[in-house]
């Protein structure tokens, strides 16, 4: 949510993700920075993880030093 109130990705995030997170342009993180006039979140899920060393391969599902163990599990009702 931070890129969408500051137009930058937090620290925390390009710590971890580094080179493989996009940039933005000065003109983006202007555009983008409280560009929003609504935004409603509701997401709820379920992930079984474990640590993971350092020394392993940095992608999406390690990047938060934790690999994911079981499948993402959602539950979908329809009223």
């Known amino acids: 949510m931070e890129p969408l109130t500051s137009g930058k ?3 925390s995030l390009r ?3 580094g080179k493989r997170l996009p ?3 000065a003109q983006e993180s202007k555009l983008v920075a409280g560009s ?3 935004l409603g979140l509701n997401y709820y899920t379920t ?3 474990a640590n993971v060393s350092k020394t392993n391969k ?3 599902t390690t990047d ?3 690999q994911q163990l ?3 599990i959602f539950h979908l009702s329809i009223l």
């Open 15 to 17: 710590s971890l993700v």
């Open 58 to 60: 940095p992608s999406y």
């Open 70 to 72: 079981s499948e993402e």
């Open 23 to 25: 940039k933005f342009s």
């Open 9 to 11: 990705y937090p620290e």
């Open 36 to 38: 929003m006039d609504f």
């Open 47 to 49: 992930y079984y993880a």
């Open 64 to 66: 938060a030093n934790v």
